[in-house]
């Protein structure tokens, strides 16, 4: 599947395409297919997202989760501040990001 | 410590003011992000993993109480309560919200403190020698030589678009705590022989994808010459430098391609047009070497503090005592390191707390100043004997009193994946884990001083190839891979690190870092031997059989 990410204009969070709007959860991210370039276009354009790109990712029991390291550490944050992952302080994380 | 003249002060100002604008514009969608980011980049506004990062320049990493109490502030009040020291004496904000950063720039103003040329292929943050004006071995306070070229080198129309970053250090001992020839320019003040100051000039000196120490270009430039020369350094960088490649236009390959001999003939020929003509070139008269080196005139030393030592009853504060304790050149003074590498936590990071409570001791105890170092720790230079054991202990209470000054827990890390967007591998898990495998702080006195060096990837901002022992991420088909470098240094001796062979993944190079220390271990002349000495001396053979067997 493929996944939309990018950054939040104003917050600079990272965000992913739910379907319909951005969200910093990536279990909320929607599969978008062969759509990626035009809701790019479409988002940026009305500055809902700031250099967004489409990343390949994984289906799984848990929620899509991206196929390269850098975009899940983008999903959790830092894997050295569990304090500040998303979710916080999730004890799970570990298992799927690295 | 320099002050901002009303002259610094209005440039700062107008450049947050236009900042600010900037931001408001982006943030209406009147300027695309393709429009503005090569702005905030000059404002040292980078997207990166999370959010946006903001770098704030710490000139020759020196702070004063009050700037260091801004930076808390800022790391509080905007970010997520903490800050990243770097390898160029700087600091990092890794959670800034765009909608916020004319703001924190403009606070940053009140201070004297501002995020110009912190990015861009400009000339950068001006680094030195956090023992400046404190070290018994400086010929001067190089920080006057510094703050010089700050302000050529501040908002300089010529070099504002060089053909790449453009990193200058000096230093002004022959011991070089700066990594000065691993930098684009390295000055190191010397006299000559009729007693003059002025500097040796190297040139052409990095890291990154192609290191190279950098040759010395010139023994000796008087100070009344020295702008003009450098100036001359950069017209020929400028002119000529490989715009065409980015991989390439680091003066560093200029100077390499043209040889150093070629490249001093055409720097000299520069230098002598720029003399010859009306004005001699672009100096500053001495009366304004004067007013910025009066700024730098040492604090009010008491003269009766000569005899002081301090209690030592403490066997803790012994240790910390001996291992990040130097000696100052005022009798009854030492300059105190403050080590930002406690085991298991991320080098170069401290808590807006942390923060806090080394402005107040800077105040206190050390005359209103802090360094930063290139290793990512924090100096107090100027602490009276008798006040060590009080600092050691406030130290200790904030989780700030790790004795590793030099040792092989005070690593650098460069943020890795964890942080920057160009990464390819985690720099500071590795860290984490190296720190970890050496806790025992008897024996990491007994392996003395060892370098460990991180960058998560090629770009080196973790100094891998200075390291005695470097590692160097890679990504190999998406999965963390780490090379191991035995044999660099970015001291006097600087030399760079060879690749030991094939690389390891994240529990393997914590493994192969321990078979190579205790390979060094077995292999030492005697206790005093350093592992970069036994390296030198017996090669790299006998350690690639102790980590691949
Ligand atoms: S060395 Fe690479 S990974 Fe590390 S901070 Fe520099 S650019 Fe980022």
Redesign the pocket.
């Known amino acids: 599947m493929k996944l939309l990410t990018g950054n939040d204009l104003a917050s600079g969070a990272v965000v992913w395409w739910t379907g319909s709007d951005w969200s910093v959860h990536l279990e909320e991210a929607a599969d978008v297919g062969e759509h990626a370039e035009e809701i790019m276009a479409v988002e940026e354009a009305a500055r809902r997202v700031n250099t967004p790109y489409a990343v390949d990712a994984q289906a799984t029991p848990n929620g899509p989760r991206p196929s390269h390291i850098k975009d899940r550490i983008r999903a959790l944050g830092p894997t050295v501040r569990p304090d500040l992952s998303l979710p916080k302080a999730d004890r799970a994380a570990g298992s799927w990001v690295i | 410590m320099y002050r901002y003249d009303h002259y610094d002060q209005a440039m700062v100002d107008a450049r947050v003011a236009e900042f600010r604008d900037q931001c408001a514009r982006r943030l209406s969608g009147e300027l695309t992000e393709d429009q503005f980011k090569p702005l905030r980049l000059m404002n040292g506004l980078y997207l990166q993993l999370h959010a946006y990062m903001l770098r704030v320049a710490i000139p020759y990493g020196t702070l004063s109480g009050a700037q260091m109490r801004m930076l808390a502030q800022v790391a509080r009040k905007y970010d997520r309560g903490y800050g990243h020291f770097t390898t160029r004496q700087n600091i990092q904000y890794n959670w800034i919200k765009l909608e916020d950063a004319g703001t924190i720039l403009a606070e940053l103003a009140t201070v004297e403190m501002h995020a110009i040329q912190t990015s861009g292929n400009c000339i950068r943050n001006i680094s030195s020698d956090q023992y400046a004006g404190a070290a018994a071995d400086e010929v001067a306070d190089p920080r006057v030589w510094a703050e010089l070229i700050r302000q050529w080198s501040s908002f300089h129309p010529e070099f504002s678009y060089l053909p790449r970053k453009f990193k200058i250090a000096v230093i002004a001992a022959n011991e070089d705590r700066a990594a000065m020839k691993l930098h684009d320019i390295g000055l190191q003040v010397v006299r000559n022989d009729a007693g003059e100051l002025g500097c040796a000039v190297y040139v052409g000196g990095g890291m990154g994808r192609t290191p190279m120490v950098g040759p010395l270009i010139r023994e000796f430039v008087g100070a009344d010459a020295l702008m003009t020369y450098l100036e001359a350094c950069l017209r020929v960088y400028n002119r000529y430098g490989r715009r065409d490649n980015i991989y390439k236009a680091r003066i560093k390959i200029l100077v390499h391609d043209l040889g150093p001999d070629e490249y001093r003939r055409q720097v000299e020929e520069e230098f002598a047009q720029l003399r010859a003509a009306p004005g001699g070139g672009i100096d500053p008269p001495a009366a304004e070497w004067d007013r910025i080196a009066a700024h730098f005139a040492p604090p009010p030393f008491q003269a009766s503090f000569a005899d002081d030592e301090p209690d030592l009853a403490d066997p803790d504060f012994r240790v910390w005592l001996s291992q990040n304790v130097q000696a100052h050149k005022q009798p009854g003074y030492a300059i105190a390191t403050i080590s930002l590498k406690p085991v298991g936590g991320i080098p170069g990071d401290a808590s807006a707390e942390q923060m806090d409570l080394i402005a107040d001791l800077a105040e206190r105890l050390s005359f209103d100043e802090v360094r930063v170092t290139h290793a990512q720790n924090l100096v107090l230079p100027h602490v009276p004997k008798r006040e060590l054991y009080a600092l050691w202990q406030a130290l200790d209470a904030a989780g700030l009193a790790t004795s590793n000054l030099d040792l092989v827990s005070d690593i650098i890390a460069?943020?890795?994946?964890d942080?920057?967007?160009?990464?390819?591998?985690r720099?500071i898990p590795v860290a984490q884990r190296i720190a970890e495998r050496f806790a025992d702080m008897d024996r990491q006195r007994d392996l003395g001083e060892l370098k460990i060096k991180i960058?998560?990837?090629?770009?080196?901002?973790?100094h891998h190839h200075a390291g005695h022992i470097g590692i160097l991420?890679v990504d190999r088909k998406g999965v963390e891979n780490y090379q191991l470098l035995l044999g660099g240094s970015g001291a006097e001796d600087a030399s760079l690190g060879k690749i030991t062979g094939p690389g390891f993944d994240e529990a393997g190079i914590v493994d192969a870092v321990e078979r190579t220390v205790e390979a060094y271990r077995r292999l030492r002349a005697d206790s005093s031997e350093r592992f970069l000495d036994t390296y030198r001396r017996v090669g790299m053979q006998p350690f690639k059989e102790a980590i691949y067997g």
């Open positions: 460069c943020p890795g994946l942080y920057c967007s160009l990464a390819n591998a720099s960058s998560g990837c090629i770009n080196a901002c973790g991420g």
